[in-house]
């Protein structure tokens, strides 16, 4: 574990002002951001400096942004004077700390004391390092950081030392994943596990130790919290904190375990086990479950898109390539297309990619398939291949495709289907063929509306099977829509059927309009509304180019 430097007096007094940040925006709910305006140094002083445009490249979402902005105004118009200095206070106790937002996961080997008075105390001893290695592993491939281990209890923190904008979420695919991982660990009988989960703003510092024996330490309600709701989870599940659950939206299924008292934590505390990863189509959705605002600006954009739809539904397949930067508004604009479209007669065939299955072959088709066909989390393998053969009898599919996508989707063939001996590799081909003689039926009955969203994390077999659809839909009856941050270059560009869009930043009408839809009543400080338009005018400038993206044929 890498040690926490010990720093200088001005370093301590930069931490003050930084954690009055800090604090800043934890009352508005953003503690996440924090660690990243330390980073560049953003203190009380410079906030009413602060642009859209920078809030943009610290990486912080529109939503935020326009958050930020608005609780940044109302600062302002509470001291229009210039901003003052940040009243340097005394740090607080720990003065090497760190305050972060971690989301604490606990877990706890199920029924240890039973396996001791039955085991032999070395083979215990086997057991339970067993049980540590996997936690450990199955935390760090979904970026978790194992703190201590406390007896046969694993202590693991998501967001310190290395924050992502989902640690949350993370952190609850890692405890479900456990509990299957620890149940396959080879031992006399079978092991369970219990996993607690809670997020809050805790002080990170080098407080017990030293050398290789220091540990680093998390101090805060939110490791005790974790720890408590572990004790109250019953074998084999995962239960989380309230504060969790506000950062999840819909992504999975949640049960509501009521409010609790639970020992060392001040007030009653509701709890809620997670039960599975939700099969919402959407994770866009799923964090926008309470409705989508309006669309603001994206006139042009959206124009375009209805523009590719209307000639692929001729007959003329089309292809368009949407980039633009993390939280620009590809995925809103995707919503808006939707919506327009909705009253058309259409297929509609969503993939989704995810940045936890980029080397997960097939991914986005698989999970577009498993919701297409309507799985049930508690279906059985035969209910499984029923719902299947269901929805292939629509396109009349052919057995042996049927039998391929079956196996795609990880089903036993149970002799509906005919066996097919194929190497992998031929395998791989049929499959990729059976998914495009799919898409094919499907544009003979209705025009197709395929989105394939996140293309930065596809899969290589996923990437393969869309660059064989753009080859071929130019004689389709379908539009091909493909996301992606500006880091992805698809490989497909240059053909008379594709257009690439690049999302660019909303004009400053729109994004006037945003922050009056934001801002309401409040009159929003003259200065900042005019230090938004000088930088956006400078960096129009700098890099050349104009409003509005549409690009290419
Ligand atoms: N033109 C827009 N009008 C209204 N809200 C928008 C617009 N563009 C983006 N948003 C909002 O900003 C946030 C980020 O946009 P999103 O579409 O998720 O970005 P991306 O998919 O490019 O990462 C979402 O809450 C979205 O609803
Ligand atoms: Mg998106």
């Known amino acids: 574990m890498p040690a926490i430097q010990k720093r200088g007096q001005w370093e301590i007094r930069l931490a003050a002002a930084m954690q009055q940040i800090a604090d800043w925006l934890k009352t508005l709910g953003m503690s996440e951001y924090a660690q990243r305006f330390a980073e560049n140094d953003i203190d009380m002083a410079v906030l009413s400096h602060l642009t859209d445009q920078h809030l943009k490249d610290l990486g912080v979402s529109l939503g935020h942004r326009l958050k930020i902005l608005h609780a940044v105004a109302q600062l302002a118009g509470a001291a229009p004077a210039a901003p003052q200095p940040a009243p340097v206070t005394e740090p607080k106790s720990q003065d090497t700390a760190e305050r972060r937002q971690v989301t604490v996961m606990f877990s706890d080997l199920v029924g240890s004391t039973a396996l001791s008075a039955r085991m032999d105390p070395e083979d215990l001893r086997e057991v339970i390092s067993a049980y540590q290695k996997c936690v450990a592993e199955t935390v760090r491939r979904f970026g978790g950081f194992v703190a201590k281990y406390m007896g046969d209890g694993v202590l693991v923190y998501f967001g310190y030392p290395q924050a992502h904008e989902d640690d949350a979420e993370r952190a609850v695919r890692a405890g479900l994943e456990l509990i299957g991982a620890v149940s396959s660990i080879k031992s006399n009988a079978p092991l369970q596990t219990r ?11 080098d407080l017990i130790g030293s050398g290789s024996a220091q540990e680093q330490a ?31 939206g819909n992504l999975f299924e949640l049960e509501d375990l009521g409010t609790r008292n639970l020992k060392g934590i001040g007030g009653p505390v509701r709890a809620f086990a997670a039960l599975r990863a939700s099969s919402v189509e959407s994770r866009f959705e799923a964090m926008h479950s309470a409705g989508l605002t309006a669309l603001i600006g994206r006139e042009e ?58 080397d997960s072959a097939l991914y986005p088709i698989i999970g577009q398939m498993e919701r297409a066909a309507g799985f049930a989390h ?23 495709d049927a039998a391929l996508f079956a196996d795609m989707l990880s089903l036993t063939n149970d002799g509906r289907y005919p066996a097919l001996a194929l190497d ?36 290589p077999t ?16 379908a539009l091909l829509l493909v996301t992606f941050r500006p880091e992805f270059q698809p490989p497909w560009i240059g053909r008379p059927q594709v257009t690439a869009l690049t999302l660019n930043r909303l004009a400053q009408r729109d994004i006037d309009a945003m922050i009056d839809r934001v801002v ?34």
């Not at 101090?219 to 572990?230: I, K, M, S």
């Not at 009159?523 to 549409?550: K, L, P, Q, W």
């Open 195 to 205: 996993v607690g989960i809670a997020t809050g703003l805790v002080v990170v510092g």
């Open 218 to 248: 998390v101090v805060g309600e939110t490791p005790n919290l974790a720890a408590r709701l572990q004790a109250l989870a019953e074998p084999n599940t995962v239960v989380i904190a309230e504060s969790t659950r506000k950062l999840l």
């Open 301 to 358: 954009e959206l124009e375009l898109l209805r523009r590719r739809w209307a000639r692929a539904k001729t007959g003329e397949g089309q292809v368009v390539l949407l980039s633009g930067e993390a939280g620009i508004g590809k995925s809103r604009l995707t919503a808006a297309l939707l919506e327009a479209v909705a009253a058309e007669p259409h297929t509609r065939l969503r993939y989704f990619c995810s940045p936890q299955a980029t």
């Open 378 to 400: 508690d279906d059985t393998s035969q209910q499984k291949l029923d719902k299947l053969d269901a929805v292939l009898a629509q396109t009349a599919t052919a057995p042996q």
């Open 424 to 459: 992998p590799q031929q395998r791989r081909q049929r499959t990729l063929e059976a998914l495009l003689a799919q898409t094919e039926a499907l544009t003979r009955q209705s025009p197709v509306l395929m989105i394939f969203e996140d293309a930065h994390w596809a899969d």
């Open 462 to 477: 996923s990437l393969e099977v869309f660059g064989r659809a753009v080859g071929r839909i130019e004689m389709l009856r």
């Open 520 to 553: 309401g009543n409040h009159a929003i400080h003259a200065g900042i509304r005019r230090h938004h338009r000088t930088y956006r005018r400078h960096s129009a400038v700098r890099r050349g180019d104009d409003e509005g993206g549409a690009r290419g044929g």
